[in-house]
């Protein structure tokens, strides 16, 4: 097996990350590179494991999107089970497990293998009864919804008419595709054909953002890419599980150019920050071109503080 090459990639959460903090950008993509080597520097080794952390918000929207997708395949296989038993064998399983790794430390062997949450690494859980209390309430809701509200909208899909997407769980590359010579990873939550027409849904388990729009319409730019679908021919639906809403809309021409130039520009943005702005070899400038949040009371809720915050003087 040849060794791994950290390329030039773009993503929505990479793009949102780098517009926060350049910092942060710099530790989640070249910081923590090679930190699974034993010969990693002690600071690299660092950034890895901290890049490998999750919280308790992102714990929550995974225990629900495999919850719902659960009630989905059972659903499509004539054997359908309500929320409480996908909340019972899927969401509670997998938010005990993940939970415990964290408060055992399981993940100082392997941080790729098991759970830290950064709320229990850096101690601002609170009330962890209280967190777990609220975390289940709020996926349980979701699954309600799920079946009461989106179930019976997507219920007559059949497993032939989904579009594959490979997601980081399946190993190897996950989901993406070249825009004008840049790899760009994108990974739709569902998404289906009905003749000639494309349908996308993004489950969200939290709040209702204005960015989800952009964000969806990148899964527009994946369809229109990958499988030649027409603005005209593509859906998309933003599923607010835990409200019970749905926010459908579609992408016209001029959406698709204003996307597209956003992208671009935080493209440029990026490669100012490699050496000779060459992105074929993607080497970074030192740690110290990369400039600190300019918000610093959002540094406490990064994964990356414990690196950072000898220079912000905490």
């Not at 989901?175 to 790899?183: D, M, N």
């Not at 100012?272 to 060459?278: G, H, P, T």
Request: hydrophobic share 35%.
């Amino acid at each position: 097996m040849g060794k791994l090459e950290n390329t030039f990639s773009w993503s929505f959460s990479a793009a949102a990350d780098f517009d926060e903090c350049r910092r942060r950008r710099y530790w989640s993509k070249y910081g923590m590179w090679g930190g699974w080597e034993k010969n990693a520097s002690p600071e690299t080794k660092k950034a890895y494991q901290l890049n490998k952390m999750d919280n308790r918000w992102g714990l929550m929207g995974q225990a629900a999107e495999n919850s719902v997708m659960r009630v989905l395949r059972q659903h499509q296989a004539g054997n359908p089970i309500d929320a409480e038993t996908a909340f019972e064998t899927v969401a509670r399983l997998f938010l005990r497990q993940k939970w415990t790794e964290s408060k055992r430390g399981e993940w100082k062997t392997d941080p790729k293998k098991f759970c830290c949450l950064r709320e229990h690494y850096y101690g601002t859980m609170g009330d962890e009864k209280a967190a777990a209390e609220q975390m289940s309430g709020q996926i349980k809701n979701c699954i309600v919804n799920f079946i009461g509200k989106v179930l019976p909208r997507i219920g007559k899909i059949t497993r032939e008419q989904e579009l594959p997407v490979k997601t980081p769980d399946m190993g190897g590359d996950p989901e993406s595709i070249e825009f004008k010579g840049v790899k760009m990873y994108v990974i739709p939550d569902y998404a289906y054909r009905v003749g000639g027409q494309f349908h996308i849904h993004d489950w969200k388990a939290g709040k209702v953002k204005e960015s989800h729009r952009e964000q969806l319409g990148l899964y527009a730019l994946w369809a229109r890419e990958k499988f030649r679908a027409k603005p005209d021919d593509t859906f998309l639906y933003v599923e607010y599980l835990n409200e019970g809403q749905v926010a459908p809309f579609q992408m016209n021409a001029e959406d698709f150019q204003t996307l597209e130039a956003r992208i671009e520009d935080s493209v440029a943005e990026m490669t100012e920050y490699l050496v000779d702005f060459d992105r074929a070899k993607n080497a970074p400038l030192p740690k110290e071109e990369w400039e600190l949040a300019a918000d610093p009371a959002s540094c406490k809720n990064c994964n990356f503080y414990e690196l950072c915050k000898a220079e912000l003087g905490k």
